[in-house]
């Protein structure tokens, strides 16, 4: 187990009394036991509201130092069904810009520091949801989820990822989720492929998508074109394959993610936008009749066509619905630790 209640780390340099250091949820480790995972999320699938005393008089914040459609929309519903008020916070808008890094002389236009700002929003909550994306800036920085740690260790509150620089576990959750429910054999074949787009994206979304594949019972490949390598402790042993016809083939789930690379000296470089790596028909015909799935937003014709997306065997939106799923499991382990199996991290 990654954090255990009470455990003081001190002051952080703040006149401020001494903090608790409390559960988190970043990563795939942070759930446990997967298989009771999955099981206690189709559970309460079946009446969402069935916890809804947990979060009596209870606060979900929800930071924001990125945009977001599902996620500000799924955690804020899964707060709701477990009784909770949720409160939104939009860094850049509308609040003050935050500076991140200690050691800074602050005469730019960041008036407040994050190490003053996490303590006062904490003061205000009982469970505290950050979204913080790479800044593509500084590697070390953005590998050592810098700002959700500082969460994590100057808030004395449960935080939980809502996406941070390196990962997304919300949205693998939901994913895993999703293929429990629509997989036709006990060990499906999954593929994770790279897709072309116009920007250069976070591997935050790939990078958790592997974790969890890793840890579920599947047959897991990952094709990109070469110097998309994903980095080491997400790919673990999984397949790679550079060839994503050959990826494809018996394929029953096939997963398209756009990410920049991520290997030195090309960290968060666009490497290439080959369009023969759109997923098409043509890919798609060599599969087992697979599912598609996007965490989404997805750029139509760049990561997947019309066809595809819209197409009999595509399963994004029950995939972002079940955001609030995932998203409702979390949080209601975060509340009430108490209740969890012995041994269980989270
Ligand atoms: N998949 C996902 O996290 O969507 P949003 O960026 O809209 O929250």
Request: with cysteine; proline share 5%.
């Amino acid at each position: 187990m990654k954090n255990t209640e009470n455990e003081i780390i001190g002051e952080a340099n703040l006149n401020s009394p001494l903090r608790t250091r409390a559960r988190s949820y970043t990563n795939v480790k942070d759930l446990g036991n997967l298989q009771d995972a999955v099981k206690e999320a189709l559970e309460i699938k079946k009446n969402r509201f069935a916890y809804k005393h947990i979060g009596e008089n209870k606060t979900l914040l929800m930071v924001f130092f990125n945009s977001s459609l599902r996620t500000r929309l799924s955690t804020q519903k899964a707060g709701m069904n477990l009784g909770m008020n949720t409160m939104v916070l939009d860094i850049n808008q509308g609040a003050w810009k935050l500076e991140t890094e200690r050691g800074v002389v602050m005469d730019g236009d960041k008036p407040e520091h994050i190490l003053e700002a996490i303590p006062v929003m904490a003061s205000y909550c009982d469970v505290i949801g950050v979204r913080a994306f790479a800044q593509f800036e500084d590697k070390a920085f953005d590998y050592q989820e810098t700002i959700i740690n500082q969460f994590i260790e100057h808030s004395g509150k449960p935080v939980f990822s809502m996406e941070g620089a390196t990962s997304h576990p919300l949205q693998a959750f939901a994913d895993l989720i999703t293929i429990e429910e629509y997989k036709d054999k006990p060990r499906p074949k999954v593929v994770l492929t790279w897709a072309p787009h116009p920007r250069a994206l976070p591997q935050a979304v790939p990078n958790s998508f592997a974790d969890f594949m890793n840890e579920a019972d599947v047959d897991f490949v990952i094709t990109h074109p070469e110097g998309y390598e994903l980095a080491p402790q997400f790919v673990r042993g999984a397949r790679v394959e550079y060839d994503q016809m050959k990826a494809f083939e018996g394929a029953d789930f096939v997963y398209a993610k756009n990410w920049a690379a991520f290997q030195d000296p090309n960290y968060g470089k666009i490497l290439s936008k080959d369009m023969n790596w759109t997923v098409s028909s043509r890919q798609m015909a060599v599969t087992n009749d697979a599912r598609f799935m996007h965490c989404l937003p997805v750029r139509r014709n760049m990561i997947v066509t019309d066809e595809v997306i819209e197409g009999p065997r595509s399963i994004v939106i029950p995939e972002a619905a079940n955001r609030e799923i995932s998203a409702q499991v979390v949080i209601k382990r975060l509340l009430s630790p108490s209740n969890l199996p012995e041994g269980e991290a989270l």
